[in-house]
């Protein structure tokens, strides 16, 4: 069964720093997001990205987080100036071309800032 | 977005039918209903979904109410695998629509 790759599986970084956070979506999928959980709360949505461009973002989605599609399988979520805040997991998902599908989620990348 | 509303945590036995509900009194007639679960560790899993009429697929059932105002998840016969968290989801019937998830329901399932 097809399925959605994030990599790293963790990251651990320093406050301030840069990461990238990387997925690589089902093959013949179009639309592409971003959630993220933090430990013990829920699933928040992050951003939605269809045709190269952001769909739709959350409020979480501020300057700090951009989002790009490099290559056409890649998709990639940067957050520039990492805060202790930031610490969470990270889900990639991908979905086809009709609103009648259910997403596939990746495993996730944990981020913890120190 | 409308709201759903489920119980926080449901206990069954192995090898037996599991029941989920899920209210949600303010669906509007573009929204589908959703259900994806969490496992431990992992992240959210599509389980099944629907508009109107009653779905079935490998992994579940889903039960929609005629007035569309609640829903009910099936798991035939509850392994110890399906122990994990069930969310109830409206989606609304446009391409890109986003999920928005609540706190779900924990369902524990004993040996």
């Known amino acids: 069964e097809p399925e959605v790759t994030q990599t790293p599986s963790h990251q651990v970084t320093q406050m301030g720093q840069e990461v990238i956070l990387r997925c690589v979506p089902i093959s013949n999928h179009l639309y592409f997001y971003w959630y993220r959980q933090i430990l013990g709360q829920k699933v928040e949505f992050l951003v939605s990205?269809?045709?190269?461009?952001?769909?739709?973002k959350s409020e979480i989605f501020d300057d700090q987080f951009s989002v790009e599609r490099p290559d056409g399988s890649n998709f990639t979520l940067k957050i520039r100036s990492t805060k202790l805040e930031d610490s969470a997991m990270y889900f990639c998902?991908?979905?086809?071309?009709?609103?009648?599908?259910?997403?596939?989620f990746g495993s996730g990348t944990r981020l913890t800032v120190v | 977005d409308a709201k759903t509303t489920q119980p926080n945590s449901m206990e069954s036995n192995e090898e037996e039918p599991v029941h989920l509900p899920c209210n949600h009194s303010?669906?509007?007639?573009?929204?589908?209903i959703h259900w994806y679960r969490q496992l431990p560790s992992q992240g959210p899993e599509y389980v099944i979904h629907?508009?109107?009429s009653n779905v079935n697929n490998r992994m579940a059932s889903l039960a929609i109410a005629e007035d569309r105002k609640s829903s009910t998840l099936i798991l035939h016969r509850a392994t110890l695998r399906d122990a994990a968290v069930y969310y109830c989801?409206?989606?609304?019937?446009?391409?890109?629509?986003?999920?928005?998830f609540g706190k779900g329901i924990t369902l524990s399932v004993r040996p």
């Open positions: 629907g508009l109107t």
């Open positions: 990205f269809y045709n190269n461009e952001i769909s739709e």
């Open positions: 998902a991908s979905g086809g071309d009709s609103y009648n599908y259910g997403y596939t």
């Open positions: 303010t669906i509007s007639g573009t929204d589908y």
């Open positions: 989801i409206l989606r609304k019937r446009e391409q890109n629509s986003k999920l928005t």
